[in-house]
């Protein structure tokens, strides 16, 4: 627990160049007065920012925002969910490729949405985007909703499954792995996934492996209707498609045979994913062509050892090419407006960690319109007010474990697993060593995913040995 008497609050009264609107300096009350947290609401050069601080609020819990990369935060139900969809789609660019791209103020129909990584792009990529993105698992709605108001993009959320015909049914929905959910979910997800882990390093070096992937498949079941996507979109005056973007979980065959060809007239491009089941890739490619398209098919390079290939369809050349659009923003995250904050400030908060600059949609006041000091410092992280010193004996055990999984020699409180060079199968020898530490169970495997942070794992132990 932070020792709040130790620290005081200070308002900082000089402009920040629209960084910030206000900022409140939390300091040590005696010594050197160093600086051990900063509260600031941010300013209008950094609109994503100030959204992010007041959806994180609405969102309670019930999803969180993570930042895969400098320039991008996701709303999200678990950490490795938001970091496969970085990779996924703005690292290796799977769907805007081999000549598929957006015009001016396209209108997109994302089919599978999850929690709205692609819809982000397409609306990063082009602002003036009408995008319908159309998802079956409700909590999963939540979080495209809350993406798209995050980034200020205009997404429409059709919640519902698309296939061939209308009906109702039971999907399956893996919480903690949930870009696998879908109508056709079964145990062949589990190879599909061991391989992706695999592949994020040696194989050889993979014990644990299927320890994390029953975790990550633990699936529960979700009654939805299944639409036409032509039912789907009605009512929302879509007369014609620029691109749709198909991924659905081995469910792609159906929702292209559900299409009638009224509606194919007015579809330019299409970019999904297929699984080769029973020649499905060849069948898809032979459909796509049938209805006037130039068909290009590829892989994903992490994923050669699966079924999964990407198949792109334009009514224009298709050729590969896998150059990324521009989408990157400046200041749109916390962590690079933490970084300008400092900078900006100098001096004595030039070493200070970014972690320790946080943001608040705004500061806490009393009843008569002044900062509330006490409220502020309640929320300085507890190891905000500590001194330098030893490491408690869990810290000092579980410090050693990371030295020797991720192979580096310094450890602090808010470092990062997975930005230490932390991947899934790093994290199962992490869990396996803290179970010969510390005994079974005290770190469930899922937990890493959720708060990953040093202090954070440390916590989780702490609480789990009671």
């Known amino acids: 627990m932070t020792d709040t008497a130790t620290l005081e609050a200070e308002f900082l009264d000089r402009g920040l160049g629209g960084l910030v609107e206000e900022c409140v300096v939390v300091r040590h009350r005696a010594g050197d007065r160093r600086v051990v947290a900063v509260f600031a609401v941010p300013g209008g050069a950094a609109p994503a920012v100030r959204r992010a601080t007041a959806l994180c609020e609405e969102a309670d819990g019930e999803l969180s925002l993570f930042e895969p990369d400098d320039d991008l935060m996701l709303f999200h139900r678990n950490r490795r969910e938001a970091d496969f969809i970085f990779r996924e789609v703005f690292r290796d660019n799977e769907y805007l490729r081999n000549g598929v791209g957006l015009p001016e103020h396209p209108t997109v129909v994302d089919v599978g949405a999850n929690i709205g990584g692609a819809s982000v792009l397409f609306g990063l990529v082009r602002p003036g985007a009408r995008i319908l993105a159309l998802e079956p698992v409700p ?4 979080a495209v909703e809350l993406n798209a108001r995050l980034h200020g993009i205009d997404v429409v959320v059709i919640p519902g499954a698309v296939g061939e ?28 996934l061991k391989t992706y882990l695999a592949g994020e390093e040696d194989a050889a070096d993979s014990a644990g492996l299927d320890t994390v992937v029953a975790e990550l498949l633990v699936g529960e079941s979700v009654e939805c209707e299944v639409r036409t996507l032509g039912q789907a979109l009605e009512g929302h005056s879509v007369d014609h498609i620029d691109l749709l973007k198909i991924d659905v979980e081995k469910a792609e065959w159906e929702v292209l045979l559900g299409i009638d060809d009224d509606l194919w007239q007015r579809v330019d491009q299409v970019v999904m994913e297929v699984h080769d089941i029973d020649g499905r890739v060849a069948a ?13 098919v590829d892989r994903n390079q992490d994923l050669l050892d699966t079924d999964m290939y990407g198949v792109y ?52 006041r009393d009843d008569r319109g002044q900062v509330d000091a006490a409220a502020l410092l309640a929320r300085v992280p507890a190891d905000g007010a500590a001194e330098a010193g030893p490491l408690p004996e869990i810290e000092e055990k579980l410090a050693a474990i990371w030295r020797q999984v991720l192979k580096v020699e310094d450890i602090a409180t808010s470092d990062d697993f997975f930005d230490l060079g932390g991947t899934s199968l790093k994290s199962v020898r992490m869990v396996l060593e803290v179970d010969e530490v510390f005994g079974e169970n005290v770190l469930p495997p899922d937990q890493l995913f959720v708060g990953s942070r040093f202090g954070e794992v440390a916590a989780i132990i702490r609480r789990n040995l009671g």
């Open 313 to 364: 369809a334009r009514r224009g050349p298709v050729a590969p090419d896998v150059t990324a659009p521009s989408w990157r923003r400046p200041l749109s995250t916390r962590r690079t407006l933490a970084a300008a904050v400092r900078a900006e400030l100098g001096g004595e908060f030039a070493e200070l960690p970014v972690e320790r600059i946080q943001f608040v949609a705004v500061l806490p």
């Open 139 to 142: 909590q999963l709605c939540r």
């Open 165 to 192: 015909a209308r009906r109702r049914t039971q999907i399956t929905y893996y919480p903690k792995n949930t870009a696998m959910s879908g109508l056709l979910a079964d145990q062949a997800d589990r190879e599909v």
């Open 284 to 296: 898809c490619v032979s459909l796509l062509e049938d209805k006037g398209f130039s068909v290009l």
